[in-house]
Nanobody, 128 residues
């Protein structure tokens, strides 16, 4: 199992930017696909972006394409979520989670129920 810790959240104005980090402990981090989940009050949990273990394949929700970039540095055991032009409706708690080793298909990676080892989350607040 891998343990994950999110950071980088905060308060920004609409149109602003944030970069979230997901730091992992353990030597097997590079074998896990990682996804970022967003929990917005009153709405379903959703995977915003996901990245395979090698970093070669990435998936994004349609609503964030072109504004959000997921990346990973396996040497630093860290996955990043760069968010640009943030919107007030994207306010919520952002979590990173690990999918089972070897998961590569989009259908699986965009399903939050595939993930485990969630961190404690980081709050993102976008003011209007």
């Amino acid at each position: 199992q891998v343990q994950l810790v999110e950071s980088g959240g905060g308060l920004v104005q609409a149109g602003g930017s944030l970069r979230l980090s997901c730091a992992a402990s353990g030597s097997t981090f590079s074998r896990y696909p990682i996804g970022w989940l967003r929990q917005v009050p009153g709405k379903e949990r959703e995977i915003v972006a996901a990245i395979t273990d090698s970093g070669n394949t990435k998936y994004y929700r349609d609503s964030v394409k072109g504004r959000i970039t997921i990346s990973r540095d396996n040497g630093k055991n860290t996955v990043y979520l760069q968010m640009l032009r943030l919107k007030p409706e994207e306010t919520g708690v952002y979590y990173c989670g690990a999918a089972p080793m070897g998961t590569v298909h989009r259908v699986a990676l965009v399903n939050w129920k595939m993930y485990s080892s969630w961190g404690q989350g980081t709050q993102v607040t976008v003011s209007a």
